[in-house]
């Protein structure tokens, strides 16, 4: 059973909340207290997750923005900030697969997607809540890595390459901010039961990986004051407890 721990009140900001990993940490941090703030690309998904957690009681803005759009995330946090003050917890969670093939096969086009959509979308949320955040003096970012984000694998394309520029993200901006109060840390979720682990592993027994939902435990600690002073790590989800 994993460690209770405080998130009640702090505003939230979570990419990728209409399925999957996302959806589990919406819930989850409704479930503690949170506001939410929530996007996805698509509206329809994201607007039943967001009915669903407001029946709950869950406080939620939300819009259906892409992460590579910064105006239309700006847009988005400016919202939250007006109704639930400025945001306290970015969890960068969205992300996309692309094309599992060796590098020397990779089409350039799909090349710049998956780098535009796992790397540049994690800076673009950032950039649009650390001023807050530093205004604070207080603030925790989350970015969600993975098994391929620092060890070499073969025919991982684009993803593998844009997780370790994540991690590589995550880990400068630890340093840079290492005195404003602004915590930095990596999440590794680990094989989880999702739309993105299907399309990885299509062969797979579908009910062998893990639930998003046994992964949220370290997520809400570093959300959370217990992990006050914790920055420029990284954890693996399924292993935290
Ligand atoms: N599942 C695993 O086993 C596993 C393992 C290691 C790491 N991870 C990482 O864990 C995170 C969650 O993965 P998951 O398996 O839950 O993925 P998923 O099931 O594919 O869900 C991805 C979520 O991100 C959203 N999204 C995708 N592109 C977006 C964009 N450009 N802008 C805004 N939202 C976008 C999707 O909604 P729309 O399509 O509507 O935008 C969806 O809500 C990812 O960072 C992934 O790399 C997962």
């Given amino acids: 059973m994993a460690r209770k721990v405080d998130v009640s009140g702090q505003v939230v900001l979570i990419t990728g909340a209409s399925r999957g990993l996302g ?23 994201l607007r039943e997750v967001v009915e669903e957690l ?17 105006a239309g995330v700006g847009r988005l946090v400016s919202a939250a900030a007006r109704r639930f003050g400025p945001i306290s917890v970015l969890v960068n969670n969205a992300s996309m697969l692309g094309p599992r093939v060796p590098l020397r096969e990779h089409d350039l086009e799909e090349w710049r997607q998956v780098l535009d959509v796992n790397l ?20 925790s970012i989350v970015n969600v890595s993975s098994g391929v984000g620092n060890v070499a694998r073969a025919r991982w394309g684009a993803y593998a390459v844009s ?6 993200l995550s880990r400068n901006l630890a340093l840079e901010e290492e005195d404003s109060g602004v915590r930095v840390n990596i999440v590794d979720p680990g094989r989880l039961r999702t739309e993105m682990r299907r399309a990885a592993y299509p062969y797979e027994d579908p009910t062998r990986p893990a639930r998003p939902s046994e992964a949220v435990g370290v ?10 002073g914790v920055t420029g790590e990284r954890f693996q989800a399924l292993e935290w407890r």
């Fill in 23 to 45: 959806r589990a940490l919406a819930e989850a941090f409704g479930r503690g207290g949170a506001k939410l703030v929530l996007c996805a690309r698509r509206e329809a998904p």
């Fill in 54 to 70: 407001e029946r709950g009681g869950v406080e939620v803005e939300w819009s259906a923005a892409d992460v590579r759009d910064a």
């Fill in 219 to 228: 997520f809400l600690w570093l959300a959370s004051p217990e992990s006050a």
């Fill in 163 to 168: 997780k370790w520029g994540v991690e590589a």
């Fill in 120 to 139: 540049t979308g994690t800076l673009v949320p950032i950039l649009a809540v650390l001023p807050g955040m530093r205004e604070a003096g207080a603030g």
